[in-house]
Structure formats: C-alpha cells, structure tokens
C-alpha cells in the first residue's frame, strides 16, 4: 500500500528511517530475541528501503513495513544456519508470542533498557545503546567519549557477542532501577550529539534531540518521582528551547552571549524551569539536576548581561565536587572567569590541559578567555587550532571567523 503523495520536505526518506530504525529494531528483540542477528536483519530492511521507497512512494505504515521486511530477513537467516531438524525446532521458536506483545511506541523505549543490560559492561551498554537506539556512527560514539574509535568498535562488537544468545526478558520495575544510571547517561550522549553535531555540516540534529527528549519522556511516564529522570528532561528542554536562535540565516553558530533571545522557547523554558523545582525537591541533586538549574539560570536572564554567574559558578562547584568530568570543570573555567576574570579562568584551564588536551573545546574556551585577557595574537592561534581540531564544519567556520576577526584588529595602520 502506498502514500498518497511524496514525502513532506521536512521528514525524507532518510529522515523517516533514521526515526523508525529504533523502534523496528526493538519489535525484532521484543519478539525473537537474537539481538546480533536482529540488527542486522534491520540494517537489510533499510537498504531495502532507501532503495524502493524513493521510487515506489513510501509506505502508509513504514514502521509496519521495515518490521515484515527485517522480521522475514531475520527468519530466514536463522533458518539457513542450522540443520533440518534444528532449522524446525528454532522456527517454532521464532513465532511471535501473544504474551509478549507490547505498543509500537514502546519498542524503542524496550530496546533501550535491553541494551543496557547488567550482563555487559557499563562501557559496553553506553555503546550499543547509541549505536542502536540513537544511530550514531562508531566515530560518534568515540568522539563523545574521547577515546579511539577502534575501542568504539571492539566494545560494540563484544557487547553484541554477549546478547546474542542471552535470553531477553522484558525489563520489570526492578530491572528499571538498576539500570537507570546508564540509560541517562545514554540519553544525555544522544540529547548532547544532536544539539550539537560533532561533525558535519549542521550544528543541530533535531531528530536526534528530539528522540532524546522523548525518550526521557517515556522513562519519567514509568518514574514519575526519579529525581535524576526529571532533572535530565528539564537540562534537555532547557537546552533545546535556545535552538532557533543557535543559528543564523546561513546555519552560521551564534554564541549564547550574542543570541537573540527572543527566539528561545518560552513554552519549553516554562516547562524546564517547572521540572528543576520539582526534580530538586525529589532529594539530593545530582549531576543532572544540577546542569539543569545551570541552564534555566542561563535562560532566566533576559540579557547576557543579567546572567547570574556568582549563582551558576556555586551550581558549578558543586556538580564538580559531586560528579567530577572534564567537561563540566571547563563549563567551571568559564564560569570563574565571568565573576573573577579571564585570567583567573585561564588558570583554571591549565589544571585541564592533561585531560582535555586535543579537544577543541579546551582551545576554543582559551580563546575565548584570551580574546577578553587582551590577548589578541594567543588568542588568534588558540581560535585557529579549535578550528583544526573540530570536526563540525559551522563550529570550524565560526572559530576561523573570530580569528580572523583577531587578525584584521592587529594589522598596523600604512602611513
């Protein structure tokens, strides 16, 4: 059965794959295990599709599609790997069960706490869960993680070896709660990639973002009262509602300091801004919580200039203090640069440099700093090797822009 028309221009074919690959892949595992087996079976199914849809019109239930596709794929690869007597036994296997049947829109949310087994590494769960669930590319993967992508690789693959024949079993309340720490972390690697690429020609990938953010929506509907839950879907919204304004009319980045706030969501912000209050008073804040309280300071201020840096620098001490990570302390080093100087910051950067260094991040918070130190030819070179270090080509173009900038600035005046 076809579509009636095209697709819309804003969701392509490749748009709607991406969307749908998750939940197919979840409704493979959900119905017959064999997680190794099922992804591959779904890789087949979009190929399939990328090529026939384009031609023949997409289908009036993709999802339905893809999960016949990759579910006959599957069946007949499990099939052919065994004798006859065996091929039989594993067939009757293969039905799908009544029992285990679940709503379509739950099978990304199952998938995801599937592969955040307990059996497997935490490492390993990080992994397989944004390759599966988010979409990400190995290098992706190793690029968040700031470690080589071949570790990326060896981990993915080892993960998939463990599950293949471990028996799946829908995640129970229980089950939930042990392995809730790293299905946040997963979501917020997901959520952090789409709201800022770490390669490519866009900043943004809203599918990306807003997959996450449904995501943490499903996960809160199951924990209400998780603090950690709600403090994560609150970062997130806060995070997201500034979007429209991240970009110019070119996809040209615009730093937070130069945004026209006016675009950011007030709607999104209202919500945000609601569930820090409400994910604070669930208990102790942790990590998450704590970044969100950061964000909704940053979108409370009408102005750069009303930021409250001395309450964002105190937010910043004690996530630092509670859940150490080298990218919080660099959000830290700007914040002690905004109450106490850049020079203060700069000094805050070097106690980073052995666990940063590399990262075009540590030099593009150096130029910055530097840039407001007075620093212009150091700050000029630290923008240039940001610039060289990225691999998202809006953030290489705006760092070249500022040294460039820079560099105009020292030029002498001809007499």
């Given at each position: 059965?076809?579509?009636?028309?095209?697709?819309?221009?804003?969701?392509?074919?490749?748009?709607?794959?991406?969307?749908?690959?998750?939940?197919?892949?979840?409704?493979?595992?959900?119905?017959?295990?064999?997680?190794?087996?099922?992804?591959?079976?779904?890789?087949?199914?979009?190929?399939?599709?990328?090529?026939?849809?384009?031609?023949?019109?997409?289908?009036?239930?993709?999802?339905?599609?893809?999960?016949?596709?990759?579910?006959?794929?599957?069946?007949?690869?499990?099939?052919?790997?065994?004798?006859?007597?065996?091929?039989?036994?594993?067939?009757?296997?293969l039905e799908p069960r009544a029992t285990r049947a679940a709503p379509a829109d739950d099978d990304t949310l199952t998938l995801l706490f599937l592969s955040c087994d307990p059996a497997l590494a935490p490492a390993a769960r990080i992994a397989l869960t944004l390759r599966a669930v988010g979409g990400l590319t190995t290098a992706e993967i190793a690029r968040a993680h700031?470690?080589p992508e071949a570790t990326i690789a060896q981990r993915i693959s080892r993960a998939k070896a463990k599950l293949r024949d471990h028996p799946f079993h829908p995640p129970g309340p229980e089950d939930r709660d042990a392995r809730l720490a790293t299905v946040l972390q997963v979501l917020?690697?997901?959520?952090?990639?789409?709201?800022?690429?770490?390669?490519?020609?866009?900043?943004?990938?809203?599918?990306?973002?807003?997959?996450?953010?449904?995501?943490?929506?499903?996960?809160?509907?199951?924990?209400?009262?998780?603090?950690?839950?709600?403090?994560?879907?609150?970062?997130?919204?806060?995070?997201?509602?500034?979007?429209?304004?991240?970009?110019?009319?070119?996809?040209?980045?615009?730093?937070?300091?130069?945004?026209?706030?006016?675009?950011?969501?007030?709607?999104?912000?209202?919500?945000?801004?609601?569930?820090?209050?409400?994910?604070?008073?669930?208990?102790?804040?942790?990590?998450?919580?704590?970044?969100?309280?950061?964000?909704?300071?940053?979108?409370?201020?009408?102005?750069?200039?009303?930021?409250?840096?001395?309450?964002?620098?105190?937010?910043?001490?004690?996530?630092?203090?509670?859940?150490?990570?080298?990218?919080?302390?660099?959000?830290?080093?700007?914040?002690?640069?905004?109450?106490?100087?850049?020079?203060?910051?700069?000094?805050?950067?070097?106690?980073?440099?052995?666990?940063?260094?590399?990262?075009?991040?540590?030099?593009?918070?150096?130029?910055?700093?530097?840039?407001?130190?007075?620093?212009?030819?150091?700050?000029?070179?630290?923008?240039?090797?940001?610039?060289?270090?990225?691999?998202?080509?809006?953030?290489?173009?705006?760092?070249?822009?500022?040294?460039?900038?820079?560099?105009?600035?020292?030029?002498?005046?001809?007499?």
């Amino acid at each position: 059965m076809r579509e009636q028309g095209p697709l819309e221009p804003a969701e392509t074919v490749e748009d709607l794959l991406r969307r749908h690959a998750p939940q197919v892949l979840g409704a493979l595992v959900r119905r017959y295990g064999h997680f190794d087996a099922a992804e591959d079976a779904v890789q087949e199914a979009l190929v399939a599709a990328a090529r026939q849809w384009p031609e023949a019109g997409t289908p009036a239930n993709p999802r339905g599609w893809l999960i016949r596709v990759a579910s006959r794929r599957l069946t007949d690869r499990l099939r052919a790997d065994e004798a006859r007597a065996r091929r039989e036994e594993a067939a009757a296997r293969l039905e799908p069960r009544a029992t285990r049947a679940a709503p379509a829109d739950d099978d990304t949310l199952t998938l995801l706490f599937l592969s955040c087994d307990p059996a497997l590494a935490p490492a390993a769960r990080i992994a397989l869960t944004l390759r599966a669930v988010g979409g990400l590319t190995t290098a992706e993967i190793a690029r968040a993680h700031l470690v080589p992508e071949a570790t990326i690789a060896q981990r993915i693959s080892r993960a998939k070896a463990k599950l293949r024949d471990h028996p799946f079993h829908p995640p129970g309340p229980e089950d939930r709660d042990a392995r809730l720490a790293t299905v946040l972390q997963v979501l917020y690697l997901i959520f952090n990639e789409g709201h800022t690429a770490t390669s490519g020609p866009t900043l943004h990938r809203a599918d990306l973002a807003r997959e996450a953010i449904r995501l943490t929506r499903e996960v809160r509907r199951l924990l209400p009262r998780e603090g950690a839950v709600t403090g994560l879907l609150a970062l997130m919204l806060l995070t997201e509602a500034r979007g429209a304004a991240r970009t110019g009319a070119h996809g040209e980045l615009i730093p937070l300091d130069e945004q026209d706030r006016t675009l950011w969501d007030s709607e999104a912000i209202t919500e945000g801004t609601a569930l820090v209050e409400e994910a604070l008073a669930e208990g102790p804040p942790g990590p998450y919580q704590l970044q969100a309280a950061i964000a909704a300071l940053h979108d409370e201020a009408a102005r750069a200039e009303d930021t409250d840096w001395p309450q964002i620098l105190a937010l910043y001490d004690l996530l630092v203090a509670r859940a150490p990570d080298p990218m919080a302390e660099l959000g830290r080093a700007v914040a002690v640069a905004m109450v106490h100087g850049p020079e203060a910051g700069l000094v805050e950067l070097t106690a980073l440099e052995p666990r940063l260094k590399g990262h075009h991040r540590l030099a593009a918070v150096r130029a910055h700093l530097l840039e407001r130190a007075g620093a212009t030819e150091a700050a000029r070179d630290a923008y240039e090797e940001a610039a060289r270090l990225t691999l998202s080509i809006p953030e290489r173009h705006y760092l070249r822009t500022r040294a460039s900038r820079l560099g105009r600035r020292e030029r002498p005046t001809p007499h």
